[in-house]
């Protein structure tokens, strides 16, 4: 598992062990290179299923243009020549909503968009020449992360219950009306395991899927982290670039090709933040 040290590698690696599987962390964080091909080719093993986590995020990526390449999409290609060297492999690939623009185009308006719908070009070939079981899964803005995330546009969607539940305030950098697509952890976790054991032939010619979220806005955010107990003050603090980002990202994706494989939703709000809650 590449990026096995994030946020939903962590939970994804928890959830796995819990199955018994044999869990391989590749991380920039312990030292990994996800460049390096022959580091990577030690411990991609033949019939492995690779959950290919790893990237530089969207704030990130707008100001460092070069390094997000090298991550997202150079990183990724040699990811997938590991799993091609290795044999048999399942590539399953955490792509993003950000590949679409506001009104649902497959045009992204930011660069992690842009090198997470490159790698879905990428992947869909390296299926169509038979060379890996690729497979890419879309999750929304994904809640509630228990740490402040470095230079990630979405990071406000988590702040806005992590702060005033432990008795911050919290000034979002979007007006209360705007509107995101979001998806709680353990349903994105469910989702990628789903993703990682449909066969080939259940997703036909189209490897790529829209994982299933819920369309809320910021002042909907705020009111379900009041009506869990927060205590801190939740106001509004304009941020012109933060809403730029989030503005090119859709408000809506419709997912239902997702729920007719199977794939889990959350039920709401409310319910992803007693999730939160009862893993703190």
Partial sequence: MTGGHGFVGRALARRLRDCGAEVV???????????????????????DVVFHLAAIRGGQGESDFDLALRVNLDGSRAVLEACRAAGECRFVFASSLAVFARDGRLQPGTTYGATKAAVELLLRDYRRKGFVDARAGRPATIIIRPDAPAQSASGFA??????PLAGRDFDSPLPLEARLPVIGVRTTVECFLRLAELPAGALADDPVVNLPSLSVSVGELAEAARVAGATGRIGVSPDPEVEALVGSWPAQVAAERALALGFPADESLDQIVREYLAAR
């Fill in 25 to 47: 962390v590749y991380d920039a964080m312990q030292g990994d290179d996800i460049c390096d091909p022959g580091q990577l080719r030690t411990v991609i093993r033949r019939a």
């Fill in 158 to 163: 988590s702040a806005i219950f992590r702060d």
